[in-house]
């Protein structure tokens, strides 16, 4: 006999639910992601510092030195313009390959233009430096793309329309 106690059964929140809220997790943990880095890199500088003091570099090598030809000093603000200006490349990069992936398949595979907004839309908030908005959409479309591709197998990945383009580049 089945149990009829509506207190006994637990209900889990719908996928949506489940993914947007992984979703927020993933943004959390990639948030917290450039100061744990920052936080290796002066404990790295400083363990760098307290070898040089005790063991003598051979002749050969160069020690570790700090100055204006060496941009590897610790500086919270410098720190802070690279990594906006790191994500900003890899969003932009991101927003790039995008859009052409979906110039390119959007009218050729069924469902394809419902990542076109949600591509439309992280490039609006990158015009306004929402980073953190952007990158979230961009995921989003990326989540969007492989659903459309695990229901239609022949539906080619977005990397694939930028590998051309990324080799030509590195050569």
């Known amino acids: 006999m089945p149990d009829s106690n509506p207190s006994a059964t637990t209900t889990s929140p719908p996928p949506d639910v489940q993914q947007l809220v992984g979703l927020q997790q993933l943004v959390g943990l990639l948030g917290n992601l450039m100061p744990l ?7 790295a500088i400083q ?8 063991f003598q570099p051979q002749a050969f ?10 941009f590897t000093i610790p500086n919270p603000a410098l720190d802070r313009q690279a990594a906006e200006n790191f994500i ?10 995008l859009s052409t992936y979906l110039e390119a398949n959007a009218a050729q595979y069924a469902g394809l233009e419902s990542a076109v907004p949600i591509v439309t839309q992280a490039a ?6 929402d980073f953190a908005q952007a990158f979230n959409l961009i995921w989003l479309a990326h989540r969007t793309i492989e659903t459309i ?3 239609d197998p022949r539906v080619p990945p977005p990397r694939a329309a930028s590998s051309d383009q990324t080799l030509s580049s590195i050569h």
């Open 37 to 43: 880095l920052l936080r290796f890199q002066s404990q």
């Open 124 to 129: 609006h908030r990158f015009a306004g430096r």
């Open 149 to 151: 591709r695990a229901a």
């Open 61 to 70: 090598e160069q020690p570790f030195q700090g100055g204006p030809g060496n």
């Open 88 to 97: 900003a490349d890899i969003i932009a990069e991101q927003l790039r390959s």
């Open 47 to 54: 363990q760098q510092g307290l070898a040089q003091q005790f």
